[in-house]
């Protein structure tokens, strides 16, 4: 993959200014935007069917190679007023991989050195040049220390005191070495920074809590009194308030002429301290029991390149899918465009791309797990997703955990993404997946010549409920699983007032999502210990720094999908993909106006994705989970096999026997319509690879015309009921 890039913003409407970063080892790259018209085809075809735009020339920019920085850490400047000679310092650590090699817990420049201490092989050691002392105490994986570090130039200690749990050996003080301290001028957390690739060095895993700096050299009864209270009676010289300002990425320094500090590459906020206990989920309810910042080696939250490419989108560009066509030798590569249409205009409908789902999923390591028990088909890893195995630097998505286990609650836009590019192959349905599925969908949009518009879960979040409002139907993704609060309120909102929306995916509206205040680039995810998930919250770091909200699923926060558009997560699995069995509602009333010209009592027994309309992730309509009871279930999906098994969410104990063979009435997908106040419609199919069916046969099928026709009564004029 010798050409990588990414857009400075995912989304822009006509006449506004695009910017590209990238990175490539290519003397030089040829630069197209056009126009993406197709979905990818049948598996294996990986079709990127476009077309020129009028108007915006190719360019040619020279190639360079650009780094992505990798590792967190903190930088906190000392100001002038520090003491020379002699210092202490305290904080409470919570090392998660204290058993590799050097890691840096905090490092101090000063006008002759650096002091740093350092972890080890499971040891805590302070070095100025050399090692000054190192502690005898061990230091366990995920347990809490209280570490206070003294040193002058008659000497330095290191006091060590394990907070928590049973043990033969709860402190250690050693003695050593001492050294001249000239003026201390920065304290740095994690790492000392970083190195020309703009990786963070020898950088710390874990947890670090309420770091203090003092001018003197504090005696042996003053570090207990620090280890067992947190606070000493000794005024510090440098403290900052960690427990609060939650998103945001500085450091507020609580003493006068001391700077603010600034945390670098995704540092945490918002994870429980050294004394939480416990008592309350949310550093909302106690924040003093959330003073602690968290870092990982391989944290990557913004790639930060310089912009290589930068032009402006013609005033009269059509709303829809574009693309950066992307050449250098033999290799090519497309990065999508989100084109939304002019602020004044309005269309029929607005193809909603979700991208907080490609978002959670960006970069995923998915295909290091094993699921042969649900697939039924070889799974063939692309070459180009196995070097997220290796290189750091394409970052991390929230389906993944950190090096050292704990979960990665961010994903940012600004990187190159893999597998949010058309025509990218996905191994778990052996065709696609995502954007390269949700392509299909606005293939059959182009072909339709209904107008119609794209926008963002991004612009959604940024433009509110006005956003909708232009547009007859909203059509969905395959799978709009991530959705803020407000983003779910507009939409609501605009069901209530008449708006009418085609849900034509699986398994959407599901977890709470964030995004970052500042940066919207970037989303966050805290799961929760509950819902079909990839890890668990860690306990008590489920509240969402962005927004406050708890996260988890909707569901449990009384907001399920039931209830927005009549089906919720039911199975999933990724063996042959089934059909659905019409059911009486769909020969009269609205169902005979949405399937006339449907001769089969079987539809969707075919499709580029798992071979069915029905597959991967399912919904089902439910009137006790606050699906409407007044909705007409069209159809249901013929007998999914046991590799479906029933989510867990809906499972209490673990019992054999929750699979599609033996729990048909919850194990399936149901597609339904019904309306609401003011003339608003819903149609929902809850599948995934409903998109697939779709596209199958050129779009002529028993799928296509269902879909078609609902289109354009939710376009036109509603059925009678
Ligand atoms: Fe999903």
């Known amino acids: 993959m010798q050409i990588r890039a990414y857009f400075e913003e995912w989304s822009r409407r006509p006449g506004e200014r695009v910017r590209m970063a990238i990175s490539t080892t290519r003397p030089e790259v040829r630069a197209e935007l056009r126009r993406l018209i197709t979905g990818p085809g049948a598996a294996g075809e990986c079709r990127i069917g476009s077309e020129a735009v009028p108007g915006v020339p190719v360019i040619t920019v020279a190639g360079r190679i650009q780094h992505s920085p ?253 693309a950066v066509k992307l050449s250098a030798g033999e290799e090519t590569e497309h990065y999508p465009l989100f084109v939304m249409g002019a602020k004044t205009e309005g269309a029929p409908a607005l193809f909603l791309a979700s991208t907080n789902t490609y978002l959670a999923y960006a970069n995923d390591h998915l295909a290091g797990l094993d699921f042969s028990a649900v697939m039924t088909h070889d799974m063939v890893v692309p070459h180009d997703e196995k070097l997220l195995f290796t290189d750091p630097e394409f970052g991390r998505s929230c389906y993944d955990t950190h090096s050292d286990g704990t979960p990665v609650r961010y994903s940012s836009r600004r990187r190159p993404i893999i597998n949010v590019r058309p025509g990218h192959p996905n191994w778990l349905t052996g065709s696609y997946r995502h954007f390269p599925q949700d392509m299909y969908l606005v293939e059959w949009l182009e072909r339709s010549g209904m107008g119609f518009h794209i926008a963002t879960d991004e612009d959604l979040h940024c433009e509110g409920a006005a956003l909708l409002d232009k547009y007859k139907v909203i059509v969905t993704s395959s799978h709009p699983e991530y959705w803020t609060r407000d983003g779910q309120d507009c939409l609501d909102r605009y069901l209530k007032s008449g708006g009418r929306l085609m849900y034509l995916g699986g398994n959407g509206f599901y977890w709470v999502t964030s995004h970052d205040p500042e940066r919207p680039w970037i989303i966050e995810v805290r799961r929760d210990n509950s819902g079909t998930r990839c890890w668990d919250a860690p306990y008590g770091e489920r509240t969402h720094v962005a927004s406050l909200e708890q996260g988890g699923i909707w569901k449990t926060r009384g907001r399920g999908p039931h209830g927005l558009v009549g089906v919720g997560f039911a199975s999933e699995g990724w063996s042959k993909g089934s059909g659905y069995q019409r059911l009486e509602a769909s020969y009269g009333g609205p169902g005979a106006t949405f399937f006339k010209g449907v001769n089969e009592e079987l539809v969707g027994d075919f499709g580029h994705v798992l071979g069915g309309a029905v597959g991967d992730e399912v919904d089902r309509h439910d009137v006790s989970l606050g699906s409407p009871a007044h909705a007409h279930v069209l159809a249901s999906s013929t007998p999914l096999g046991n590799e479906y098994q029933l989510v867990i969410e809906e499972q209490t104990l673990a019992l054999p026997d929750q699979g599609g063979q033996h729990k048909p009435s919850q194990v399936r997908s149901d597609m339904i319509y019904f309306t609401t106040d003011n003339g608003g419609a819903i149609f929902s199919i809850g599948s995934m690879t409903f998109a697939g069916a779709l596209a199958w046969n050129d779009f002529n099928n028993s799928i296509a015309r269902i879909t078609t026709n609902v289109l354009e009564a939710f376009t036109s004029e509603l059925p009678a009921e």
Not at 170 to 191: D, F, K, V
Not at 245 to 256: E, F
Not at 293 to 300: A, G
Request: charged share 20%; hydrophobic share 35%.
């Open 70 to 322: 990798v590792g967190s850490y903190a930088r906190l400047p000392l100001g002038d007023g520090q003491a020379d000679g002699r210092l202490s310092l305290s904080c409470a650590i919570w090392p998660t991989l204290p058993g590799k090699g050097p890691q840096t817990v905090w490092a101090i420049a000063h006008s002759g050195g650096t002091l740093k201490l350092v972890v080890a092989n499971g040891r805590l050691s302070l070095t100025h040049d050399e090692t000054l002392v190192t502690s005898d105490m061990p230091i366990m994986a995920r347990n809490w220390y209280s570490v206070v570090t003294t040193v002058g130039p008659d000497g330095s200690a290191l006091d060590v005191y394990l907070l928590k749990g049973h043990t033969r050996k709860r402190e250690a003080r050693n003695e050593g070495a001492g050294c001249t301290i000239g003026h201390p001028e920065t304290l740095m957390l994690a790492s000392t920074g970083a190195d020309a690739s703009r990786r963070a060095i020898d950088c710390y895993n874990g947890k670090i809590d309420s770091p203090r700096l003092y001018s003197s050299i504090l005696s042996a009864g003053q570090c207990r009194e620090l280890h067992l209270t947190g606070i000493s009676k000794v005024p510090p010289s440098a403290d900052w308030l960690i427990g609060g300002d939650w998103s945001s990425g500085m450091v507020k320094s609580l003493i006068p002429g001391v700077p603010d500090g600034e945390l670098i590459n995704g540092v945490e906020r918002g994870v429980t301290g050294r004394n939480w206990d416990g008592r309350s989920d949310s550093f909302i309810e106690t924040p003093a029991q959330y003073c602690a910042l968290q870092f990982h080696e391989d944290d990557m939250v913004d790639a930060d390149w310089s912009y290589d490419l930068d032009f402006t989108l013609p005033e009269t560009l059509k709303s829809g899918v574009y």
